[in-house]
Nanobody
């Protein structure tokens, strides 16, 4: 079992930055690929980014590519999402998740076994 807890959300102005953290418990953390998803009011949960168990593979949604960076520190059992150049459309609840699925499936929320509680990110002009 893996437990995930997100932190770092908050209110930020357009063009600003935030770094989200996801702290994981469990000895098997490094065996999982990790993903970030987000959900805005009235919209379905959306893939944001993913990183492989060793950190060598990274995937980003087109809407965040070039602005967001996913990273992980397995020694600290933590995955991060650095968000730069934030836009109002980035406003959402952000969720951290863990999966052992094939890399080709990491953009699908249905492949993830464990989820955090979410952290709110609000971008204002």
């Amino acid at each position: 079992q893996v437990q995930l807890v997100e932190s770092g959300g908050g209110l930020v102005q357009v063009g600003g930055s935030l770094r989200l953290s996801c702290a994981a418990s469990g000895r098997t953390f490094s065996s999982y690929a990790m993903g970030w998803f987000r959900q805005a009011p009235g919209k379905e949960r959306q893939f944001v980014a993913a990183i492989s168990w060793g950190g060598g593979n990274r995937s980003y949604a087109g809407s965040v590519r070039g602005r967001f960076t996913i990273s992980r520190d397995n020694a600290k059992n933590t995955v991060y999402l650095l968000m730069n150049s934030l836009k109002p459309e980035d406003t959402a609840v952000y969720y951290c998740a863990a999966t052992r699925t094939d890399w080709s499936q990491v953009t699908s929320q249905y492949e993830y076994d464990y989820w955090g509680q979410g952290t709110q990110v609000t971008v204002s002009s």
